[in-house]
């Protein structure tokens, strides 16, 4: 202020946001665990964090997800029970309609969606491949084993103008 008085304000006041009891949360996995007991396998929260988080996450259970054991760690083969199978092709068209289907039954306006999967190992640019939006589609169409996963739900992303968070 002026005066050098501090002010606070909600950050809803200052910028647009999503009231958060109307988040909607969502997504795919290449293993069906339901979240909670995920969530305890992965062992990443507080034990006490887990116990809240729990009766939340029971239910929650992910849609199937692209999995491509070229691009992951090698540990994650044994979890692999619930993938798209398919070309590249396929797989992008399963999540576009996977995309699709969670706005309508969730009757959402907006959706995000934020990458969270284990990582992949480096898969670089290469001319004629992946340089180029047209060249990247013709890969798809040709089923190019070097086109990451990450890549196929961003370009699904992309195709439904929904933004895409690595």
Do not use: H
């Amino acid at each position: 202020s002026f005066n050098g008085e501090e002010i606070y304000a909600p950050f809803k006041s200052i910028l647009p946001m999503v009231n958060p009891d109307d988040v909607v949360f969502g997504g795919w996995d290449i293993s069906n665990m339901n979240l909670a007991d995920a969530m305890a396998r992965a062992k990443v929260f507080d034990i006490d964090l887990q116990m809240q988080l729990r009766p939340y996450m029971e239910s929650m259970v992910p849609l199937p997800g692209i999995y491509d054991p070229d691009f992951i760690a090698a540990n994650q083969g044994s979890r692999a029970n619930n993938v798209i199978k398919g070309t590249k092709k396929e797989q992008i068209d399963q999540i576009i309609k996977d995309i699709r289907e969670f706005k309508e039954n969730n009757k959402v306006d907006r959706v995000v969606v934020l990458w969270t999967a284990n990582t992949e190992r480096y898969s670089s640019v290469a001319v004629g491949f992946n340089d180029t939006m047209e060249n990247l589609f013709a890969s798809v169409d040709r089923n190019e084993a070097e086109i990451s996963p990450s890549t196929l739900y961003a370009i699904a992303c992309i195709l439904e103008n929904v933004p895409f968070i690595n």
